[in-house]
Every structure is written in structure tokens, then in C-alpha cells.
């Protein structure tokens, strides 16, 4: 079955440089891939949507790589400010589009100090 | 609008009990979801409703009932509430195909419900 790996670890950060977090996945590639922002006692909010054919997505300070050979979605964040500190999901297409049925990974912390 | 509303914020249940979450949805979007979000797990479907009258299972059912009476709304029902049931419980919704949206894969997020089973 499809699995998701993204860094457990809390990343620490200072202002005014790139976060970079990776989300990593097994077996097939799907059709599209998430990024989802989520603060502390809040729902999810999403950020970005790439597809198996895009290399890289941008929106504002924000970029998102898709490597369908390494299995592999990198988020950045540019120029990252304290207001950045947040979880970060990544979520797979689970089957097909039509459902939009996604499978997320845990998350990374983002911890961005001033 | 105001989006996806979820009920109750907070609830504390004994085990062997019974409760009903509700959502709500004013975007007259087709599809809806819901997740349990657990500490190092991520957020992890229950069931999915493509439309008013349907719903399909997800990843981790069991335990739970699910209800699409209208196209607003979506309810999660614990029948036996169990310790493993702890969890965090959001609902979400997704815009309909050929919505003009722009982003029609995205999903909207409820504010979620803590739910303890003691």
C-alpha cells in the first residue's frame, strides 16, 4: 500500500532563510500531490496542489517540486518569516481523481525564529 | 460563507457510549470526508461521501457510521464509543468538478472536534 514519509523531526529555522521539507512516498506515483498547512488546534488549510506532469509549482514565497523518479515533493519557503511557524502536510492522490480520496503524511513542524 | 462547521468542539464520552458528530457545508460542494487526525499518524479517512445518498469507506471505518442526508450535510456516528476512538475528528469538503474554481482538488477543512472516550 501507498505510504508517505515526511521528517518527523521539528525544523528550526532562522528568518530570513529557505525551509526546505521533503515529503517521500512508496510504490506508485499519483496523479497529484498536496501541500496543506496546519496550525495548532486548527483544520488543515491548503497551500498548494502539483500534478505528475509539473516539475514545480510557485505561489508566492512559496515552491513545490515533483520528482516521479525519486518518489519525491520538496516544499519551500522562501525569505521565511515567525508567521511561517506551522505544521506542513503532504497528501497523496489515493486512486482516482474522481474521489479525491487523499492519504497524508504526519507532518514537519516549522519553527521559524527572529 | 462560512465554509465547514463542525459540532461539537469538544466532547468527553465513557466508553459503550453513543454520539453523533455533525458538519456542515455552504460551498454546494458534492464531495465530503472525514478524518481522524492522531499524534504521529496524520490524517487518516474514515469515509467519503461523492454526493447526497452516498458514501464509501476509507481507510479506517470500523467503529463508525456515516450519514449523507443532504448536500450540506455529513455526520459521523459512534455507535460504542472505544478508548481507541481518542482522537481529533475533522470533516472536510472538495469543489465539484468543472466548478471554475480554479483548484477543484483542494479540500476545505472544518475547525474539528476533540473527542475523548474515557
Known amino acids: 500500500s501507498q505510504k508517505i514519509e515526511q521528517n518527523s523531526e521539528a525544523l528550526n529555522i532562522q528568518e530570513g532563510k529557505t525551509a526546505t521539507l521533503t515529503c517521500n512516498y512508496t510504490n506508485y506515483s499519483p496523479a497529484y500531490l498536496q501541500w496543506y498547512r496546519q496550525d495548532p488546534g486548527r483544520g488543515p488549510v491548503f497551500l498548494l496542489l502539483?500534478?505528475?506532469?509539473?516539475k514545480e509549482k510557485r505561489k508566492e514565497r512559496l515552491k513545490v517540486t515533483f520528482d516521479t523518479t525519486l518518489k519525491q515533493s520538496l516544499f519551500h519557503i522562501t525569505a521565511s518569516q515567525p508567521a511561517d511557524s506551522a505544521t506542513y502536510l503532504c497528501?497523496?492522490?489515493?486512486?482516482?481523481?474522481?474521489?479525491?480520496?487523499?492519504?497524508f503524511g504526519q507532518g514537519t513542524t516549522l519553527q521559524v525564529k527572529p | 460563507n462560512a465554509g465547514v462547521t463542525q459540532t461539537p468542539k469538544f466532547q468527553v464520552l465513557k466508553t459503550g457510549q453513543s454520539m453523533t458528530l455533525q458538519c456542515a457545508q455552504d460551498m454546494n460542494h458534492n464531495s465530503m470526508y472525514w478524518y481522524r487526525q492522531d499524534p504521529g499518524m496524520g490524517l487518516r479517512l474514515i469515509y467519503y461521501s461523492a454526493s447526497e445518498g452516498t458514501t464509501d469507506k476509507g481507510e479506517v471505518p470500523n467503529g463508525y457510521n456515516v450519514s449523507r442526508l443532504n448536500k450540506r450535510e455529513f455526520s459521523l456516528r459512534l455507535e460504542s464509543a472505544a478508548p481507541s476512538q481518542t482522537s481529533v475528528y475533522f470533516c472536510?469538503?472538495?469543489?465539484?468538478?468543472?466548478?471554475?474554481?480554479?483548484?477543484?482538488?483542494?479540500?476545505?477543512f472544518g475547525p474539528g472536534t476533540r473527542l475523548t472516550v474515557l
Open positions: 497528501a497523496l492522490l489515493r486512486g482516482s481523481s474522481n474521489t479525491g480520496k487523499l492519504i
Open positions: 502539483i500534478r505528475e506532469n509539473e
Open positions: 472536510a469538503s472538495r469543489p465539484n468538478a468543472g466548478a471554475g474554481t480554479g483548484a477543484i482538488d483542494e479540500q476545505f
